[in-house]
């Protein structure tokens, strides 16, 4: 389809640089709409391994690669990407940034930890790149913008009118050292030099390749249930995961979306704080963070793992407009004789639902209720699913009306089962 957006069905980290990496060989631009240095992926082409925080993996297939005015950019982040790319001998050449993307600062950062060790108890988890700080001045319209860096005296000016204000906020609420003006305005001023080349108006870019009939997928990062709107509130990033997000961060209108493609593990992680109702207690925890290798890329912290929650994914359908599932890692299921599958919450009138409570204090007190499925207890080498594991796949889509088209067999790049043309 000309435009599918790749959206993540839960909490992130739902294998969606494996899928978009699959599907980035038929398109011919690859998108990002959201998010910044908080996202993280490896990826493992022709032997050589490649961590991009903000790169979309399509670089490796030579696609154009391009990111939305959604974005929030860290100038030294994605200065040591291309500079890397550059090195391993892949031209950035076909690299775009729009020039309404926000740029990290680095008080964003500082104000983002500082932030955090503040709340205590109460923190957030965040992945502490500046993210929440970087999207709140864009809100406020104290925002520096990708198009500032190239125009030095705005850009100067721009640092020095934010610093005057920041500088108190990081030495008195935050008790950490100020930033010096002269020394930052010259960093920046070479990372302008850099970036300069790659500046474009992404959404002239986006719309005349669909008016050309060309392939654009449009890649999200984080998650639904992370989706400043509609996920668990406070819990969440400061962007909008959700496939909508990707129009309004190209300026394309809703309806040039065609496919909307939901990535979800076939159980679920969490990083970071907040209510996990499907969350896994007992040795079994550990077991699935083993066995699917569940650390953090961007902080290496241990993601909480629980059994598939369909409530939450029915949820994910709905607000996403989702059209075909992918499921990821179901191979790491291979090893428990009996798989649990939330299918509904028990909230706390007693009363049990199939959908997603939008009043926060149900969400937090609600139990899940779980429905055992048999588990096949073999690997997934085959063409075929084992049969236990395709009545697994087949529950997921009849539970959520939604066709399951791509399941992740093992951990290398081409260990995918297309179920569907
Ligand atoms: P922030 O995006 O760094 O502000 O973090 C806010 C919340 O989103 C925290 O719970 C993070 O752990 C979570 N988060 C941010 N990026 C990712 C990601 O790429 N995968 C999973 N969780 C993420």
Redesign the pocket.
């Known amino acids: 389809m000309p435009a599918t957006v790749i959206v ?1 069905a839960q ?3 739902e294998g969606k640089g494996k899928i978009v990496d699959l599907l980035a060989q038929h398109s011919d631009l690859v998108c990002r709409y959201q ?2 240095p ?3 992926h490896t990826i493992v082409a022709e032997g050589e391994k490649y961590k991009f925080h903000h790169m979309p993996s399509g670089i490796l297939h030579a696609k154009e690669c391009i990111l939305g005015a959604g974005c929030v950019i860290d100038p030294e982040v994605f200065v040591r990407e291309l500079d890397e790319l550059e090195a391993r001998g892949i031209s950035t050449g076909c690299v775009h940034v729009s020039g309404e993307a926000h740029l990290i600062m680095p008080w964003h950062v500082a104000i ?1 930890q500082g932030s955090e060790r503040r709340l205590g108890e109460l923190q ?9 700080p970087a999207y709140a001045d864009k809100a406020a319209r104290l925002g520096i913008r990708v198009q500032d860096l190239l125009e030095p005296k705005i850009l100067r000016q721009k640092i020095e009118v934010a610093l005057a204000e920041k500088n108190v906020w990081l030495e008195r609420v935050y008790g950490v050292e100020p930033l010096e003006l002269e020394e930052l305005a010259a960093r920046y001023e070479s990372f302008a030099q850099r970036l300069r080349p790659y500046v474009a108006d992404t959404s002239l870019l986006v719309d005349r390749a669909l008016r050309d009939g060309r392939f654009v997928l449009l890649e999200g ?3 639904t249930l ?1 989706d400043l709107d509609h996920g668990t509130y406070p ?5 909008s995961p959700i496939a909508a997000g990707a129009a309004v961060s190209f300026g394309i209108g809703p309806q040039r979306i065609d496919e909307v493609v939901g990535v979800s593990k076939a159980y679920v ?6 209510p996990f109702p499907s969350e896994i207690t007992g040795p079994a925890q550990d077991r699935v963070r083993e066995l699917g290798g569940e650390f ?4 290496g ?1 241990e ?1 909480r793992c629980g059994w598939l929650d369909l409530v939450a994914l029915r949820f994910a359908v709905r607000v996403n407009g989702i059209t075909s599932l992918a499921l990821t890692k179901v191979d790491v299921l291979s090893d428990f004789d009996e798989i649990p599958v939330c299918v509904r919450y028990r909230l706390p009138d007693g009363e049990e639902t199939e959908d997603f409570p939008a009043h926060q204090s149900d969400f937090h007190h609600c139990e899940p209720v779980f429905e055992m499925l048999p588990g096949w207890l073999e690997e997934l080498a085959g063409p075929a699913l084992p049969p236990a594991a395709a009545d697994y796949v087949a529950f997921v889509a009849g539970s959520l009306d939604v066709p399951v088209t791509l399941v992740g067999t093992g951990a290398s790049r081409d260990a995918v089962l297309a179920l569907q043309p």
């Open positions: 993540g909490w992130g980290d998010g910044g908080n996202a993280g983002d957030i988890g965040t992945t502490k790149r500046g993210i929440g990062a984080q998650g992370l819990f969440v990033t400061s962007s992680t969490r990083v970071g704080e907040g953090g890329t961007v902080t912290r993601r």
